[in-house]
């Protein structure tokens, strides 16, 4: 099988000098690989955010990504800065988690990054297979 990556040629700038290296592609295609740990499973959870503040509404949010670990969320209409200690709460199932990252998608919409803080087997309800872990070929494998 040919990796997706093998067809990408350097661009070449004004000078003849290549933008991007094939060295420099090979170091981005290994970091991309050596990243993910745990598979990742597309699925949509709704999601509720108890705020800290008092006389708050809850963040009314949803997952895109799940994982044994985290998830990748969003409808987020704030900003959440890395670092924050968030709850997170699924039906009638809540678990302290990690903001890993954060990323601004379009004004009014962002998307995290969270992984658990403790060990939270059964949140999402289903089970999902670890065994997968380690090296995906393809986009499409992951």
Known sequence: MVSRYSA???KTGSRGKAKIGASKLN???AKAFEKRTVKRTKMVVGLRVP???PH???LLVHTLDISSVGAKIGALREWIRPGSVLLIQRRHTRARC???W???IVP???QIGVEF???ESGFWGVDLDDSCAGLWISQTAR
């Open 8 to 10: 990408i040629q350097p």
């Open 27 to 29: 170091n981005m295609e």
């Open 51 to 53: 705020r800290p503040q």
């Open 56 to 58: 708050t509404p809850d």
């Open 98 to 100: 990690r903001v890993t």
């Open 102 to 104: 954060s990323h601004k």
């Open 108 to 110: 009014h919409e962002v």
């Open 117 to 119: 803080l403790g060990r």
